[in-house]
C-alpha cells in the first residue's frame, strides 16, 4: 500500500511539474516576442522598402533595408528615412544628408556642384560628381535653420528633395531613422 500510494504522489507530482514547465516556456516565449516587438518597432524598422528611383544607383525600386530609429545625429551622407507626414509629398522618402543644422548649402547648377559651408562636396562615394544640374524652385544660398536638415536624392535629375518647396528642409523629427543595413539584396551595412 505504501509503494503504490508513494507511486501516485509521483505521478500527481509529474502531472503539475510537465504543467508548470509548460507555463514557464509560454512566460519566456511571451517575452522574448514582446522584446522582439519592442526592438524592431520602437528601435528598428524592417519594413522599409525603396519606391521610386531617386536614389538610384545605390538604392533601387524594391530594396528592403533596415532603418535605425535610436540613432538621432545626422550627419553628411547618411541615409535617411523620412515620414510621409514629414513633406507636402504625403508619401515616405529615402535620401541623403547634406546639410544639417547650421550649415550654409549653395549649389552651382551649372557646374553640378553643392557646396556646404563654402566647400564643395565630394560626393563620388555614391555618385558622380557633377549631375547636380537641375534647379528646383528653393532659393540658394540658403542656411539650415535648427532642428531640420537639407537632403538630396543620389539620382539628381529625378529627385523630389530638398530643392523643392514641396520637400524643403526635413524637420528631424519626421525622420524615422538611418539606412543602417541593406537586406535585399543582400550587400551588407550600408555605407556612405
Not at 75 to 82: A, F, H, L, T, Y
Not at 98 to 116: N, R
Not at 165 to 191: C, E, H, Q, W
Request: glycine share 10%; net charge positive; charged share 25%.
Amino acid at each position: 500500500m505504501t509503494v503504490s500510494d508513494s507511486g501516485s504522489r509521483q505521478e500527481k507530482g509529474g502531472e503539475k511539474g510537465f504543467a508548470a514547465g509548460c507555463f514557464e516556456w509560454v512566460e519566456a516565449l511571451i517575452t522574448a516576442l514582446i522584446a522582439v516587438m519592442i526592438l524592431f518597432v520602437f528601435l528598428f524598422r524592417l519594413n522599409v522598402v525603396v519606391e521610386g528611383p531617386s536614389m538610384e544607383p545605390n538604392y533601387v525600386q524594391g530594396y528592403r533595408v533596415l532603418v535605425n530609429c535610436v540613432d538621432r545625429g545626422f550627419r553628411r551622407g547618411d541615409v535617411v528615412v523620412i515620414d510621409a507626414a514629414g513633406t507636402r509629398l504625403n508619401e515616405r522618402l529615402i535620401k541623403r544628408v547634406i546639410a544639417t543644422e547650421g550649415q550654409k548649402v549653395d549649389i552651382d547648377f551649372a557646374a553640378g556642384c553643392v557646396s556646404v559651408d563654402g566647400h564643395k562636396l565630394d560626393e563620388s562615394a555614391y555618385i558622380r560628381n557633377g549631375i547636380t544640374t537641375v534647379r528646383g524652385n528653393m532659393q540658394f544660398p540658403l542656411t539650415v535653420p535648427k532642428g531640420k536638415i537639407f537632403v538630396l536624392g543620389d539620382n539628381r535629375p529625378v529627385s523630389y528633395d530638398s530643392r523643392y518647396t514641396n520637400v524643403g528642409l526635413i524637420d528631424a523629427r519626421y525622420v524615422m531613422g538611418k539606412v543602417s543595413f541593406l537586406l535585399s539584396p543582400f550587400r551588407g551595412f550600408a555605407g556612405k
